[in-house]
C-alpha cells in the first residue's frame, strides 16, 4: 500500500508584503553611474629600474590589407604615405603610424583614437579595412638595453644596424606572436593580442629585471 504524506505544511511560507527593512546591497551601490572600461593589464605597476615597461593608453588599431594599386588612395585618406618596403614603418608626426606585415598588409595605429575605418570607407579602391582596436594591446619597452631585454624572448638581431629606428615585423615573444616596433633607438613598442597581454607583460618585467641586475 503506497505510503501517504502529509503536504499539509510543507507548502512555502508565505512573507508579508509589508516593506521590511532590508539593509542595502553595498554591491548596488554606484549602479547608476556610467560604467568604465578596464583593460587587461589595469593596475600593474611600473617595473623599478633604468629599463621601464609601459602599458599604453587605448589606441584606434586597423588591420589593413589592399593590393599595390590602392595605395595611393588608401595613403591619401590616412594622412600618410602607407610603406611598402618590408620591416618598414610611416607616421604623420601625430600619433598615427603603419607598420608593414606583408606585401598587401599593414596594421595601422592612431594613438589619438581617430576613427580609422571611416577613414577607409571613402575610398572606392579595393581593400579590406577590419577595426582591431580592442583586439589589441600596446607595450612599450624603453631605456638603454631595452633591445637586450625584448631579445631575451624574440630571436631577432635587434641591433640599429639590422632593426634601425622606424623598423617593424611580426614576430615572437616567447610563445606568442607580436608585432615589434621600434619608434626610438632605446625603445620598442610591442602590440599582441588581448588574450596574451598578461604573458608578454609578465615575460617583459622578468625579461627587464634580469637585463638591469
Known sequence: MPTQIDVSNTSPRRTSSAKQNVPADPSHKGQDKALRR????????????????????????????????????????????????????????????????????????????????????AVQALHSAVDISHRNVGLLVSGQGAANAVNAGCPQDLSLQAFPVGACSRTVLGKIEMVLYRPSADSFRIECWRSFADYAHAFLAEAIADASA
Open 38 to 121: 578596464t583593460g587587461p593589464l589595469d593596475g600593474r605597476i611600473a617595473v623599478p629600474g633604468g629599463l621601464s615597461l609601459t602599458v599604453l593608453p587605448p589606441a584606434s588599431r586597423l588591420s589593413l590589407r589592399a593590393p599595390a594599386g590602392s595605395v595611393a588612395d588608401l595613403s591619401a585618406a590616412l594622412g600618410m604615405d602607407l610603406p611598402r618596403s618590408p620591416k618598414t614603418s610611416a607616421s604623420d608626426g601625430k600619433g598615427r603610424f603603419a607598420l608593414w606585415l606583408g606585401p598587401d598588409e599593414w596594421l595601422v595605429v592612431d594613438e589619438a583614437g581617430g576613427d580609422l575605418v571611416a577613414a577607409c570607407r
